[in-house]
């Protein structure tokens, strides 16, 4: 699975509604840059970008092949 770098540009949000609530996922800034990984965690994020790309809100820069995003936990 291909990690990438994404870069929004426009200003949206991400929002998920249910019959219950409105939960806002994240807000993407133009000027900012952010991290989708090959964990699991980000497959729902995978393909929120996919549809972002196609309505031109985002650039995805792929991880060149061999590497990968390292994570580091502080605190």
Known sequence: ?????????????????TEDSVQMIGLYLP??????TAKPLHDELRE??????AEGKIEVYPIPPGKSFTVTEVG
């Open 1 to 17: 699975m291909i990690e990438f770098i994404f870069a929004p540009k426009e200003q949206f949000k991400w929002v998920k509604e």
């Open 31 to 36: 000027g900012n840059t952010y991290n989708c």
């Open 48 to 53: 929120k970008c996919k549809e972002w790309e």
